[in-house]
């Protein structure tokens, strides 16, 4: 199904990469008088903004008309029990509250380990000049070396937070 | 029309996205941890047919819609930056559990808290945007 996407687009005479957008949005509110690095045509890049919105509204259209209300995610009970040991319950929906719900939201910690992702998250596609579509997806499917790289850098990274950093974030 | 195909891609792609659980913080925990094999299977299908048509692409020279010859843009050379950036960006993606395509999707379906994820994702790739010319690449 991925596939087909990527293909999609590529039919269309575009590709698969979505974190395009983020620099794209920068360059569309403006910043690109500040920082030469978003002073671009950010308009030819107005398909992949649609195809944002367009997975919004796929989230959307998956949770009212696609879903049972309450299905959990069944991951398997290894995670299930290595979670519980963070202080995060076994899964009652597609998100932990611990993360997601208002009251983390509202919390200093909950607030600040949402924003340091999204930092490093923005940051750190830009960097390595793609996220899981542009270089596991498209990249890797194209044969291409930097991709195969990036994608051991995501694994490294992953593997920190997973292993060195959440049980810090998350202690008991 | 000329935006149509986009907007249906893209809610094909948040319809998938979220159908196949890869938005969700505990499949992304799952895969970091190697304790299932979904995530696996979800990119390394993708990966595998993802291959296969470009190399069927390449082979028959086949065009896009306007008849264009389809190319891939191959990526520029490099080491370092791949590294260090994936390194940093698989810091954010095992941390909230979303990468910049399920963030969005996520948001659709619901789960708010994702847009401040959103913005500050926003945000990291400005100070990239930023610091460029002063990081080693």
């Known amino acids: 199904m991925i596939a087909a996407i990527m293909f999609s687009l590529v039919f269309f005479g575009q590709s698969f990469g ?19 690095f978003f002073d671009f ?3 030819s890049n107005s398909w992949n903004l649609v195809f944002l919105v367009g997975a919004i509204i796929g989230g959307f259209i998956a949770r009212q008309f696609l879903s049972e209300p309450g299905a959990a995610v069944q991951i398997s009970s290894a995670t299930v029990e290595d979670l519980a040991r963070l202080g995060i319950g076994a899964p009652t929906s597609l998100q932990p509250d611990e993360l997601f719900g208002w ?18 998250i923005g940051f750190g596609t830009r960097y390595a000049a793609g996220c899981t579509s542009g270089h596991a997806i498209s990249g890797l499917s194209n044969l291409q070396w930097p991709s195969l790289v990036a994608v051991v850098g995501f694994f490294i990274g992953g593997l920190i937070m997973t292993f060195l950093i959440l049980p810090l974030i998350f202690k008991q | ?47 595998v047919l993802g291959a296969i048509g470009v190399a069927l692409i390449k082979q028959y020279r086949i065009r896009d819609f306007k008849g264009n010859p389809i190319q891939f843009q191959p990526k520029e050379k490099g080491f370092f930056r791949y590294l260090t950036g994936g390194a940093i960006f698989g810091l954010g993606w095992a941390l909230s559990g979303a990468c910049p395509g399920p963030i969005v999707v996520n948001i659709g379906y619901g789960f708010f808290a994702m847009i401040i994820v959103f913005i500050f994702a926003n945000a990291g790739t400005f100070l ?10």
């Open chain 1, 103 to 120: 009251e983390a939201v509202f919390s200093v910690k909950g607030f600040l380990v949402l924003a340091v992702s999204g930092l490093l």
């Open chain 1, 41 to 43: 045509d950010w308009r």
């Open chain 2, 1 to 47: 029309m000329k935006w149509m195909k986009f907007l249906l891609t893209g809610i094909a792609f948040g319809i998938v996205m979220a159908k196949s659980e890869a938005i969700s913080w505990f499949r992304i925990q799952e895969m970091f941890r190697f304790q299932a094999f979904h995530m696996y299977g979800i990119i390394g299908t993708a990966v």
């Open chain 1, 18 to 36: 979505f974190s395009s957008n983020l620099r794209t949005i920068c360059a569309a509110i403006g910043l690109g008088k500040k920082v030469k």
């Open chain 2, 128 to 137: 990239y945007g930023y610091f460029k010319d002063k990081l080693p690449h």
